[in-house]
């Protein structure tokens, strides 16, 4: 059975950082994209970040790009993300997800979802 199960969220003020971390059981994720999404009250869920976990590449929404870092530690079978320079705007849920195949971007290409942890940025 896979179990996805991030960690990590919390409150911070804008301008801060937080490490969002994603541990992962049930199977070899060796051939699985591994995602972060987030979805904020009202809103779509949105694609954040990936990796592949076999290559390392790694691909971002324009929205993080230079604030975000996705990782992944095979050893611990864990990912994580790393956050900086937060904005109020990047407040919402954030699931850990993985898929087989598929466009990074969809929603629909990712198999398995964790059931967040939030991160609110705000004074």
């Known amino acids: 059975q896979v179990q996805l199960v991030e960690s990590g969220g919390g409150l911070v ?47 971002y929404a324009d929205s993080v790009k230079g604030r975000f870092t996705i990782s992944r530690d095979n050893a611990k079978n864990t990912v994580a993300l790393q956050m900086s320079s937060l904005k109020p705007e990047d407040t919402a849920l954030y699931y850990c997800t993985a898929g087989e195949n598929g466009l990074i971007q969809t929603p629909r290409t990712y198999d398995y979802w964790g059931r967040g942890t939030q991160v609110t940025v705000s004074l």
Do not use: D, H
Request: net charge positive; aromatic share 14%; with cysteine.
């Open 13 to 59: 003020q804008p301008g801060g950082s937080l490490r969002l971390s994603c541990a992962a059981s049930g199977r070899t994720f060796s051939r699985y994209i591994m995602g972060w999404f987030r979805q904020a009250p009202g809103k779509e869920r949105e694609f954040v970040a990936a990796i592949i976990w076999s290559s390392s590449n790694t691909y």
